[in-house]
């Protein structure tokens, strides 16, 4: 063995070790990596499922009436209906009130229709990730959003459409938080938020 060991080129045995190191780590990350993915598919599209209230107009709100679809007014009630939304979202009051806000110009534009926002049902048809990186994810997600409307002369109507949202995510506190949102629910009337 001794001899063996004499002959053997040192440089060999170097090399497969730092080739095996390799292959353990790239096999490593990638199990990691693929563990991540879906997890953050999940989440994104529970949060699209869950997002509904959103884009429901407030019960106790008089949505009919041109003068109270203003911000201090409509806000505040979509915030308190919103709430159990907070979960998904970064720990940051900002970050959570910008993605509620947005919702703002959905129902401007259905108040001017006279159209009352009353039900909603939103499908997830694709979850795509775009970017997943050091603890970050862009993510896209296709989805079938169903609205009822109660009109102002009390028929009910609804319009069923193709959404989607883009949603940044952040890996913080060893969870996947939303640090941005963003959903063409809010600009398919002609509006930007």
Known sequence: MKKWWQHVNRGIILLLAVIIAVVSYLVSDSIHNSRERKE??????????????????PSDFDFFSWNSIDSDTLLPAVHSQAGSLSHYFADNELVRNQAFDQSF????????????????????????????????????????????????????????LATQDDLQFLYTDGEWKLVQTKSNLNIQSGYEF
């Open 40 to 57: 953050v598919k999940e989440i994104a599209s529970q949060y699209i499922i869950d997002s509904s209230p959103l884009f429901i107009a």
């Open 105 to 160: 110009d959905f129902f401007r534009y259905y108040s001017s229709l006279k159209m009352r926002p009353d039900k909603c049902t939103r499908v997830p048809e694709s979850v795509e990730i775009l970017e997943l990186y050091n603890g970050s994810a862009s993510v896209v997600v296709r989805s079938t959003t169903k609205i009822d409307f109660i009109n102002e002369d009390g028929t009910i109507t609804y319009e069923e």
